[in-house]
């Protein structure tokens, strides 16, 4: 079994053994039951995100993305571990730190940098920006900046697969703050109530923006928290991306055969700070080195390296195509062009109204 | 023609939608079993089944915000919430997610949902339960508020929610699921959103209002028609949009305005049709454009207290007969 902790639905897990993890690079996740393929995929995929993340965090100091701008780094073993849970099918919603979840859910590097320049070819068109990646063709149904936002639209989500039927399962991404808020117990119940095909997944990263877990919530060990709704919990440690996969995939897939809510808890590190513009002061030097001596990517990358997967050429090779590719969706983004004011009266309404008001800021209400 | 209750051409035009289209649901509290606090969904669940009436538990934010997620997968979920004071509750769902899904995301999914809620006072519920707040809802692009003053129009207007693409918000009136009008029998009309009417012509002055006070306003006017005063009642029915248009034509005729509203004076809705009025007939105007609107306090639940703190029939025919003698029309 994978070295996750589990809660059942109405009882109390055992000692889970503290807070921090062990740093052995040890999982239950065997090499040698994957193939070279996949593992070499996933190591591109986590590097990938891990260099848009990096170009996007440079774009943004260089004042070409604005807004706010939480990046992923850090976090990319358990991004794409959760994406191979899901199928195409199945919907994804999640918080704002969302660049790595669209591109894991099927967006474009390019409409994902488009979006985050504000560029008419971005994914939502340059009307969201770096917290609202959205595409309805990949089922990633929204980033989303207001925390716990998210909870009530992926239960309704899953609301309406239930109505029809369906066989897809909605997967609700949240940080570990996101936790404490009321959506956080209003959905888990009705979730748990109506019988929802929803895996709900808490990133614990320690932290909401600088308070930890231990000053924010009662119950620090998260994946309990779904016991007051008799929904099953298991952490999973973030930094493994096998791991990850395992335990999404099967929470993923008793949520689709039961027809009911499962919880999923992803310890992971943070490698910079809450956003673009935060130098994270609030961390000591101590839990700098931890995060560092943490981080996902290399982690992988030494592991199929001593495992002789990842050939000194072979990560030559994939290390040109992401840089290629971030390359190209900077460019492409950069030579996009940027939203025409005359559509700004485009999106407000789905149905077309009366009256609609059309108004710009100097305009007389009534023009003659 | 049948003449019915505005509760029961809710009812009517709900079940009606039912059958119609299979994707309409209705969530809410004590909806079901209860048959709703105002039994406006009275039946619905026996003849349904729990699959399309649910019952909610009290977790406004959570299954108004579950019904905005069900209408992005194509659902038509109309939300009952008990009264428009606990959609304070569910505030963040409708402002935050419900109104900017469709815009935010660049037009890739619509949001076709109804909240159903009523307003009111009068009921001698106190403070927390009697409060005229659609303003905060009207205030906001992305959604559409709509507020009937009559049966007819509470089956017209919430066929056209129901029907149209975005979330809409049904702003219903305590005073008013009792209050009987005509409808047509096998209605099938749909309201045009982001209308008002003018509902009774008149030459002397013209009376704006919406719901309660669309209603009150009507009867005024007819009590006043006897005094040989001409009022031409404009009803709002849509709150956003708003059709200026239609508000600003009526006061160029007759030349000066009382607006009746039902929520507190102070940046309330009457602010905005004034400043409306202002803006669109200027030249027009014999007299400024008075307000009648609840007095500005946490409405007391002792009876004397609370009839004096809102709008009555009497306020709005003083307010009539002061805007006319200002202006120098005789009063009757
Ligand atoms: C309702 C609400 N309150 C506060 C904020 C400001 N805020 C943005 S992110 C954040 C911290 C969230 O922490 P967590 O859920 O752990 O997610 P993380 O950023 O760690 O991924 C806060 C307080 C917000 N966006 N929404
Ligand atoms: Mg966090």
Redesign the pocket.
Known sequence: MADTAKAKGGGTAGSTGGRRRSRKDDTSSRLADETPETLLDFYRQMLLIRRFEERTGQAYTQARIGGYC?LNLGEEATVVGLMQALRESDYLFT???DHGYAIGKGMSAREVMAELYGRSTGVSKGWGGSMHMFDTKTRMLGGY?????QLPLATGAALAVSYRGGDEVVMCQ?????TN?GAWHESLNIAALWNLPIVYVV?N?F???GTTVERSSAEPDLYKRGSAFRIEGERVDGRDVLAVRDAATRLVEKARSEQRPYLLEATSY?LKG?SVVDPAKYRTQEQIEEARANDPVLAFEHRLEQAGILTEDKKQEIAESVRAEVADAADFAENSPHPEVSTLFDYTYATPVANESRRMPADPVFAE | MSVITYRQALRDTLRAEMHRDENVILLGEEIGVFEGSYKITEGLLNEFGERRVRDTPIAEEGFVGAAVGAAMLGLRPVVELMTINFSLIAI?QIINHAAKIYGMFGGQNSVPMVIRTPGGGGQQLGATHSQNIELFYAFVPGLKVLAPSTPAEAASMLRAAIRDDDPVLLLENLGLYNTKGEVPDDDESVAEIGRAAVTREGSDITLIGYSRMAALGTQVAEALAKEDISVEVVDLRSLRPLDRQTIVDSVKKTGCAVVAEDDWLTYGIGAEIAASIQEGAFDYLDAPVRRVAMAEVPLPYAKPLENAALPSTESVTTAIKETLSAVGKRVG
């Open positions: 939480h918080n704002y730190r900046g207001i925390v716990g936002g949240m940080g570990d703050g996101t808020i990133i990263n932290t909401g923006m943070r809450h | 963040d």
